[in-house]
């Protein structure tokens, strides 16, 4: 990564990752929050005709786009097969150059500063066997210009909150967001969340032990 040094935020879904990034954006200059890895890697599906980031690019899930298109021909097919043969570091130096041109125009941002690139990494963005990921994620983690955050949440927290946005399709990562996009009162998150066990489902479990079991290796 010639001038680009990159943040991994290691997590998992509805697990306080968009906060994290954002205000690791708004301290360190030349910062760029890119988002997801898979959004980042699934442009043309993510921005195809009709799509929901075409119609409403205020939506949580498209705030990395509006730093500048990413290379389209970035597909999530093209990081899958770069994981397995452990070639992550030009794909980001791609990434990386496309955003990072915009972040550029930020005030207090000089040219000589390098471009710092925030990615959220969950473990639905990787595919393959165990032994490719676990491959893939060493030698991504271990290059001298990535340096890796763990953020992991309470289980069953972790899960009542992703039930909530798949019932709801409300991804909103506070509760100003929430009600300034118009999913709801928080009063309807917390009645739900109020109803939600203390003890996550055994399938929830074992999938969340397993990726951080993996990234923390």
Not at 173 to 181: D, E, H, I, L
Request: proline residues 6%.
């Amino acid at each position: 990564l010639r001038g680009t040094r990159v943040i991994i935020i290691a997590s998992r879904r509805r697990s306080s990752s968009t906060s994290l990034s954002l205000q690791l954006e708004a301290r360190l200059r030349c910062a760029a929050s890119a988002g997801e890895l898979q959004q980042a890697f699934d442009w043309p599906r993510i921005h195809g005709s009709g799509s929901r980031c075409k119609a409403d690019p205020n939506l949580t899930r498209c705030q990395s786009f509006n730093l500048g298109a990413p290379d389209p021909s970035l597909t999530i097919e093209v990081l899958t097969r770069a994981l397995h043969r452990q070639e992550w570091i030009p794909l980001l130096e791609r990434l990386g150059g496309s955003v990072c041109r915009v972040r550029r125009k930020r005030p207090g941002c000089r040219p000589a500063d390098p471009c710092v690139l925030i990615l959220k990494l969950f473990d639905n963005h990787v595919r393959g066997p165990p032994q490719a990921k676990l491959a893939g994620l060493s030698t991504l983690f271990r290059h001298r210009r990535v340096s890796t955050v763990v953020l992991e949440r309470e289980m069953a927290e972790e899960e009542c909150s992703l039930n909530y946005s798949l019932l709801t399709d409300d991804y909103s990562f506070s509760p100003s967001v929430r009600t300034a996009r118009g999913f709801g009162s928080v009063r309807a998150y917390r009645d739900f969340h109020s109803k939600c066990s203390a003890v996550p489902s055994a399938g929830f479990a074992a999938a969340h032990a397993a990726w951080f079991s993996l990234v923390r290796r």
